[in-house]
């Protein structure tokens, strides 16, 4: 297995997932393989980088915000690479698995199925659904897992901004009229490896938690989950605030909840409620340092 983005929030537990199922693992750091540097691609297309069963790629960029005015990085990244990425695999006949997001979407039909006619309002959500067009255009049995609001121990993310805000003290205002289905990393590594166990044939596949919910109400919930594991039982204090209220420089969309209607006839087992993925969650936070970098 090679993965792509190892160091990242979710590569971090694909990686460590992938070799707690017993396969050897290549993730080859940002300096050896950078995924929109020609000469690294052209070398793994080559064979240079040794061969694989599968490539997966957890590489992207994922500041909403800052890819209204970074939209070329942000194409480097999540609408060519995977272009580049696919090409090498179909070169060699390995299987690639891509990993897409819910802002594919606009939010005004949701919650969505696999089958869903994209239709993104912001700059990420642009890059990334070219990136899911690039991967099918040269890697046509390319595997795109769709995750929607990721959360892990080992970034930057909305829960443990709000769990390390809860923390300090600080007042809480949270948007409560956007909806979507958080999801932990801890619970998409094990989904993901599910479907290169279970040899997925190519297209999109909706691979997110199982409970819609807006901010505010994951907010609440990770506090909750964060003061249950300090042993308190206060309620917490957040206020809900309209979109109106808190302006971004990229639109979100209204519900762009995911419902993973393919992951069964796999035999891949749905992921964990999201009370129990948050208490793991939380858990985890405490063994790892402060997080840096962008919320995506």
């Not at 690479?81 to 696919?86: F, K, R, V």
């Not at 443990?160 to 999801?183: F, H, I, S």
């Not at 009370?275 to 997080?291: G, I, M, Q, T």
């Amino acid at each position: 297995m090679l993965v792509t983005g190892g160091s990242g929030m979710l590569g971090r537990d694909v990686v460590t997932e992938f070799a707690r199922r017993g396969w050897t693992v290549a993730s080859p750091g940002h300096t050896d393989l950078d995924v929109v540097f020609r000469p690294h691609l052209e070398a793994l297309a080559q064979g240079g980088y040794g061969q694989y069963d599968w490539v997966v790629n957890c590489a992207a960029y994922t500041a909403v915000d800052r890819a209204e005015e970074e939209f070329m990085a942000a194409t480097l990244l999540n609408g060519v690479a995977p272009g580049s990425l696919g090409f090498a695999c179909h070169q060699n006949g390995w299987r690639f698995l891509h990993v897409g997001t819910d802002f594919v979407f606009d939010g005004e039909a949701g919650p969505y199925e696999e089958g869903a006619l994209p239709n993104p309002v912001q700059a990420y959500g642009r890059t990334k659904l070219m990136g899911e067009d690039h991967a099918f255009q040269f890697c046509p049995d390319a595997v795109v897992a769709r995750t929607s609001w990721l959360y892990g121990a080992h970034g930057k993310s909305f829960p443990r901004t709000l769990v390390e805000a809860a923390r300090a003290g600080k007042a809480l205002r949270v948007v409560a009229d956007q909806t979507g289905t958080p999801t932990s990393t801890v619970d998409l590594a094990r989904t993901l490896a599910d479907l290169v166990a279970a040899s997925a044939p190519g297209g999109v596949y909706h691979t997110a938690g199982p409970e819609p919910m807006t901010w505010h109400a994951l907010a609440v919930r990770a506090i909750r989950a964060d003061r249950r594991a300090q042993g308190l039982t206060d309620e917490p204090s957040v206020e809900p605030i309209t979109t109106a209220d808190w302006p971004t420089p990229a639109r979100r969309p209204r519900d762009s909840a995911l419902v993973s209607t393919k992951l069964g006839a796999l035999g891949v087992a749905p992921m964990r409620p999201v009370d129990e993925s948050l208490d793991e969650f939380v858990a985890r936070l405490s063994a790892v340092p402060p997080a840096t970098g962008g919320l995506a």
